[in-house]
């Protein structure tokens, strides 16, 4: 648990800019590897993401940098300090967003806040100028004494998101941020997360929505099993793994596959799914054109620009969302 | 500097959600009470003066009201610290939040034990004036009653948290009712040690509600020996052992 630098793994040095390295990061559970030796890098400023299905490590990844989860193996730095050694140090400058919305039930919206803020050395004064900031910020002063309870899902993902900030951290922890919300919470809350990443402070975020991770991340990892299937930002990975444009072609049929051999050839490339083909093209009109060419006569087509959803689709053949 | 006393906070956070269910409190000094009246009283109607283990004849229920002031001792802290404990650490997941700030899981034990310590405190306080006001106090070594029962508190506190961690689900409370319920009836509560065969005798002494009853007995009946020292520091090697474990567990459990 207690791992200490080995003279063999020594990190390059931190420069000013690193905010985290992890060097083969490993984290098992018994027998079942969740994390499996991954390299990452992400910096001051920045907003970086961890894409990828569930249970491809996320979370495990996630939980290891909030420095309440011990490395199993490998290096990991967190504002150049080992949480194995400086925990307490490390989580004092972070906000952890967590999964759930580990909110306190029997305090008020208020109170939740006051007293995680008392946990970070903040005094009681402090806490209180805080919190009401912070409320203002998640748009929840008028419930400012409400039980926590009758909060709705985004009320909710709001406040845990204000308690994460009480300290003023340098780096934001948001794991799953927008999961379970309606489309308008998603709006308000990536607003809320466009305004913390202006004032400097430094986002990891994992998701698995695509739109989610190509509105909020400047780069990202893909993950899939605990490894690192790609790197890079939304664009570089559309554009080095998938085509600008994809033709969602559909029939009236349960099957796709059969349909699959008359396609052959239009677009670069074909992924075929349970419920419809993909036609990977740079310009899906001309691949539409092409197939009402040959004499095809599909239930529908759509045509759209290439997302995450397609890369992730290229470097693991499933789709993300399961 | 990060991270000082931090089970300050844990003991707000009780606090503050406390505030809200007060009515609560009602519940945890009333059954020593009721057993006050209906055993010490009732009972006491019908048995003649006793004779304590030290060789002190007292009426039955200035004898069996220093245990139910250590029972109320031991209640208060065990509601906290099993049942309540339980509800925090596995489905509130309190602790996964704190443990999220520089809190370690000792200021997690240590904040719980000591609320409790309040909580129970209380009881006992409570507890000890009615014991006053009805005349079953004897001595002024009573002043040291009510720290009496803190150590008592501390014991169980420590040990019940320790216990509770290794539980799944709400079933085993069982095992806390299997464990509470004899040490209630055997530990020298109703009846001296006296009574039963040595072999037995040996068995009650290990029960820490048997030492929690000698010392309350011992100060309220002005009978105070050495023996009631011994009798502390099993309470506070309990305790601290307790705490100790409960840390760890605390540890184990959810920095995974």
Redesign the interface.
């Known amino acids: 648990m207690c791992r200490r630098r080995s003279p063999a793994l020594t990190l390059p040095t931190v420069t000013d800019d690193l905010l985290l390295t992890a060097r083969d990061l490993t984290k098992k559970?018994g027998d079942f590897t969740a994390v499996d030796s991954i390299d990452v890098e992400v910096r001051k400023g920045e907003a970086f993401g961890f894409l990828g299905p569930n249970g491809a490590g996320k979370s495990s990844t996630m939980r290891m940098i909030?420095s309440?989860?011990?490395v199993t193996s490998g290096e990991l730095r967190i504002f150049g300090l080992d949480p194995a050694v400086d925990g307490?140090?490390i989580?004092?400058r972070i906000g952890?967003c967590?999964q759930?919305d580990?909110?306190?039930?029997?305090?008020s919206v208020e109170?939740n806040l006051?007293?995680?803020g008392?946990?970070?050395?903040l005094s009681r004064a402090e806490v209180r100028q805080r919190a009401s900031e912070l409320l203002e910020f998640a748009q929840l002063s008028e419930r400012h004494a409400d039980k926590v309870e009758h909060l709705s899902g985004g009320m909710k993902r709001r406040l845990v998101i204000a308690r994460s900030l009480i300290?003023n951290p340098e780096l934001l922890l948001l794991d799953e941020p927008t999961t379970g919300l309606d489309p308008q919470a998603r709006h308000v809350l990536w607003d809320r997360l466009f305004r913390l990443k202006r004032q400097g402070v430094t986002l990891i975020i994992t998701t698995h929505y695509m739109d989610e991770a190509e509105q909020l991340c400047d780069r990202l990892v893909v993950m899939d099993k605990g490894r690192i299937a790609a790197e890079g930002s939304p664009r570089d990975l559309i554009d080095r793994y998938s085509t600008r444009e994809v033709v969602e072609v559909r029939f009236d049929t349960d099957e796709h596959a059969p349909h699959a051999a008359p396609l052959e050839g239009i677009g670069e490339r074909m992924e075929v799914l349970p419920d419809r083909i993909l036609l990977y093209a740079d310009n899906g009109d001309a691949a539409t054109a092409a197939i009402a060419q040959r004499g095809i006569h599909p239930l529908s087509t759509l045509v759209r620009r290439s997302t995450l959803e397609d890369v992730f689709l290229h470097l693991t053949g499933r789709t993300l969302v399961d | 500097m990060v991270g000082y006393a931090l089970w300050r906070f844990v003991l707000l956070r009780d606090v503050l959600a406390f505030r809200r269910m007060w009515w609560l409190f009602a519940s945890g000094f009333a059954e020593p009470v009721f057993y006050l009246f209906s055993i010490g009283i009732g009972l006491g109607a019908l048995v003649q003066d006793v004779t304590t283990d030290h060789g002190l004849v007292v009426s039955y229920a200035a004898f069996v009201a220093p245990a139910m002031l250590a029972t109320s001792a031991m209640n208060g802290s065990i509601a906290d610290t099993t049942y309540n404990f339980f509800a925090k650490l596995k489905f509130s997941k309190t602790y996964d939040t704190m443990l999220a700030t520089p809190a370690r899981p000792w200021d997690v034990a240590i904040g719980e034990i000591l609320w409790s310590l309040i909580r129970g405190g209380i009881y006992s306080a409570i507890f000890f004036f009615v014991a006053l006001a009805m005349g079953f106090v004897r001595s002024w070594w009573a002043i040291l009653a009510i720290p009496a029962c803190l150590l008592i508190g501390a014991a169980f506190a420590g040990v019940g948290m320790w216990a509770t961690t290794y539980m799944t689900s709400w079933k085993h409370f069982e095992f806390v009712t299997l464990a509470i319920q004899p040490m209630f009836l055997f530990s020298a509560t109703f009846f001296p040690l006296a009574v039963y065969p040595e072999a037995l005798q040996w068995l009650v002494k290990l029960m820490p509600l048997y030492h929690g009853v000698e010392i309350q007995r011992g100060l309220m009946l002005g009978d105070v020996h050495w023996g009631l020292l011994g009798s502390s520091f099993y309470l506070l090697a309990l305790a601290a052992v307790g705490l100790w474990g409960a840390s760890r567990r605390i540890s184990t459990l959810l920095l995974t």
């Open positions: 559970f909030a309440v989860s011990p307490q140090q989580r004092a952890n967590p759930k580990l909110l306190d039930e029997e305090l109170e006051w007293v995680y008392r946990f970070f050395g300290n």
